[in-house]
């Protein structure tokens, strides 16, 4: 069973051009998140939600919009797309409240390329 | 602004070879520190590091941490082809007083193992 889930795997799109990418955790997880990876392999956070409410939002163009419907779907609406938007994005959950750290669980990706 | 740091950047050694990773970090509100292991997809969970001095091991794979140093190590003894990928430090802070973890990645470690 696939904890973490992403779709789609790829999306290849025209510059101006609105996408969305959605996530789902079956792990029971409280807490989402998005990431990029640029072409460096750099991990960047993008957002965070607990329990479908933002909780962390890095500098991030407000092109880029989270949703998240339910505590089990986190997804990514991204309007105008640009060349600069090109990477991989990952979706990650966690448990969300512990008094030790999280252990954050990885989707398999969603490689993004804006032509 | 938080930061972490690994070194080397990338590593080449040969099958039966031990190689040590190293990650260095600057932290408001340090949590936990999480190695990780990406290969073509998704990073892969490896260990997490909350203590000082512990050392938690998983078959050839070790790590530990030193939080008045603020670096941790990564081990991996008798490298196999497989353990080529890139191996991801990061640390968790707590996010605005919450839980919330917010991860902070280093560049990555690109090891290759040769046969």
């Known amino acids: 069973d696939t904890a973490v889930s992403q779709t789609p795997k790829y999306l290849v799109t025209q510059m101006g051009n609105d996408k969305s990418i959605k996530c789902e955790q079956n792990?029971?997880?409280?807490?989402m998140y998005w990431y990029k990876q640029d072409s460096k392999k750099f991990l960047k956070i993008m957002f965070s939600?607990?329990?479908?409410?933002?909780?962390i939002n890095e500098t991030v163009p407000n092109r880029f919009s989270p949703k998240s419907p339910d505590k089990a779907h986190l997804n990514l609406h991204i309007n105008s797309l640009e060349l600069g938007d090109s990477a991989v994005y990952f979706c990650a959950s966690s448990q969300g409240f512990r008094d030790w750290g999280e252990t954050q669980y990885f989707g398999p990706g969603t490689r993004l390329l804006v032509l | 602004e938080d930061k972490v740091v690994q070194s080397p950047l990338s590593l080449v050694v040969h099958e039966g070879d031990t190689v040590t990773l190293n990650c260095s970090y600057e932290?408001?509100?340090?949590?936990?520190l999480l190695w990780y292991k990406q290969e073509k997809k998704a990073p892969t969970f490896l260990f997490m590091l909350?203590?000082?001095?512990i050392e938690k091991k998983s078959g050839r794979l070790s790590s530990i941490l030193d939080k008045k140093e603020l670096f941790s190590i990564l081990n991996i003894t008798a490298t196999q082809t497989g353990d080529s990928a890139v191996y991801l430090c990061a640390v968790e802070a707590w996010a605005g007083g919450t839980s919330y973890g917010k991860l902070t990645f280093g560049q990555g470690t690109i090891l290759t193992v040769h046969p």
């Open positions: 932290v408001t509100n340090f949590r936990s």
């Open positions: 792990l029971g997880h409280d807490t």
């Open positions: 909350t203590s000082s001095g």
């Open positions: 939600y607990n329990n479908k409410e933002l909780i």
